[in-house]
């Protein structure tokens, strides 16, 4: 990967990508990957050098490293103290850029309505979906949350579901073969207009599993079971694999979306060739909008490539919405939802599909655009302390604190930016506890892609709550840490073992980020 070379391609858009490797005849693996979403320019080697400078991990723990207050760049916004702290536009936007970023915001919270309607620019509604706008799931632009009550409809949460076998994909090495239950489709849809049959009902019950620190506290994890009940079309496939989904924050999407895919690949060592047990690797999944195969950065499985793609799908499956990449007017319901199928949609006026084009244009730049709060009190030497701790039980093997960004001409918001996420948007093995058992791409049952950290203490304060992971079991950010295994079980062991003053400053670092 240090031998990498940059060519100049054409494909669609005359592009700059980057090709990593020669194209292998019939498979892509991960070497070959290309970043086909972004116009940019090939680096220097004098830049090279000074990203490696500016990235390194830090030596001195006694103060913050250089540009670590502005964890977005030039992007960062300020950090406020209210509920609106994940919904700014970057920072640097211009006064034209903003329009286009309300405009987009504007889209993102539209709540949709059942066809035929008068409001001809917002029918095309389900039949069958979970949410009737983006917002209604990424609640204030920040994380979901799991039910409080059975009464509970704005739970932002649902569930995928597949089955084994399918055709594949030939051109993706190590491809997990999977495909849609044959009549409920890629994703459970809990909700359904009038006349229609929603899908399910999501059952949760939880274990209590107690874990003892290293001064004789006891913290009470949960574990949960996820039951699809009240079935409205029969029984799912026999091997139907079921895997809890809770929306992530929205912040920065831009900035990870801008990460050269040779950095990425630079901290991927499947075979953990260092021996250091962490064994990171890219999800490689078919890019619908490139129609070829790319990195995945997005969902909790790194399971799309890009914004708009993940945006589009998630019109689809989450609100049953067409799109030019989605054309389907019956978003997720299969040929065994004869009903759905069959019944009235909004595409086919003017529009052409239920969201059209510039449209979907100005929902991904408003998800680009969504500014990453500045940091907070990271001069504290408590902070400063749990920084270290950060560091030397490991952490930072899988959350990569900083990365430089494209050099880009056309998203000067997003380009050449010093970035600190905390992720190295790899897919990692995280133990039977986490295990949802149910592959996607290349990802199998026990992976899970590095989330972001950034912006991480501001969860309470923008989603009045403090649940983590991908299902929201964990109730703290100390919970999150104990439900690590697999490549992080000796960190998650390390941090039940140290002193408890250690593992207080480690949380109060994450708090800071």
């Not at 694999?241 to 950095?263: F, N």
Request: with cysteine; hydrophobic share 35%.
């Amino acid at each position: 990967m240090r031998n990498s070379t940059h060519r100049r391609w054409t494909k669609a858009n005359s592009l700059f990508i980057l090709l990593v490797a020669a194209l292998a005849a019939t498979q892509t693996s991960a070497a070959e990957l290309q970043d086909l979403h972004l116009n940019f320019e090939p680096r220097t080697e004098d830049e090279r050098a000074r990203i490696a400078n500016v990235t390194a991990p830090p030596i001195d723990f006694n103060a913050p490293q250089r540009f670590e207050d502005l964890p977005g760049g030039a992007a960062t916004v300020r950090a406020r103290t209210d509920a609106d702290a994940f919904s700014q536009p970057s920072g640097n936007l211009s006064f034209e850029q903003e329009l286009d970023f309300r405009v987009g915001n504007g889209l993102f919270r539209k709540i949709w309505v059942s066809s035929p309607a008068s409001t001809l620019a917002s029918d095309g509604l389900g039949p069958l979906y979970n949410a009737r706008s983006c917002q209604r799931c990424h609640i204030k632009d920040g994380r979901g949350h799991t039910p409080s009550g059975p009464d509970d409809n704005a739970i932002s949460m649902f569930l995928r579901v597949s089955i084994p076998g399918g055709p594949g994909h030939q051109e993706i090495e190590d491809y997990i073969a999977t495909q849609p239950d044959p009549t409920y489709g890629s994703q459970m849809q809990d909700l359904a207009l009038l006349g229609h049959q929603a899908e399910y009902t999501l059952d949760i019950t939880y274990e209590d599993v107690p874990v003892t620190l290293s001064d004789g506290e006891t913290v009470t994890l949960r574990k949960p079971t996820y039951t699809a009940a009240d079935l409205g079309y029969g029984p799912l496939h026999p091997d139907a694999m079921l895997s809890p989904r809770v929306a992530p924050q929205m912040i920065g999407l831009g900035l990870l979306e801008a990460i050269p895919v040779e950095d990425l690949l630079a901290n991927a060592d499947p075979d953990d060739a260092d021996g250091d047990g962490i064994s990171g690797r890219p999800n490689i999944v078919w890019a619908t909008e490139f129609d070829t195969p790319m990195m995945g950065r997005y969902g909790h499985k790194a399971g799309m490539p890009t914004i708009m793609e993940q945006s589009a799908a998630a019109f689809a499956g989450d609100i049953g919405i067409s799109s030019p990449l989605y054309p389907a007017s019956h978003g997720d319901c299969t040929e065994a939802q004869i009903d759905c199928v069959k019944g009235p949609h909004g595409d086919g006026d003017t529009r052409v599909f239920e969201i059209d084009q510039i449209s979907m244009d100005l929902v991904a730049f408003y998800s680009r655009n969504l500014g990453v709060p500045a940091r907070r009190d990271l001069d504290d030497p408590e902070v400063l302390r749990g920084k270290q701790v950060f560091h030397d039980t490991g952490c930072a093997s899988c959350h990569t604190p900083a990365f430089v960004t494209h050099r880009m001409t056309d998203r000067p918001e997003q380009s050449f930016q010093l970035i600190w996420p905390y992720t190295d948007l790899l897919l990692h093995d995280m133990g039977e506890g986490l295990a949802d058992n149910r592959p996607e791409g290349r990802a199998t049952g026990r992976e899970w892609k590095t989330p972001p950290l950034w912006g991480i203490g501001l969860t309470e304060q923008v989603s009045g709550h403090t649940q983590f992971l991908h299902d929201g079991r964990a109730q703290s950010l100390l919970e999150a840490i104990l439900w690590h295994g697999g490549e992080a079980q000796a960190a998650r062991d390390a941090v039940v073992a140290m002193p408890k003053p250690d593992r207080d400053a480690l949380i109060r670092f994450l708090e800071s980020l």
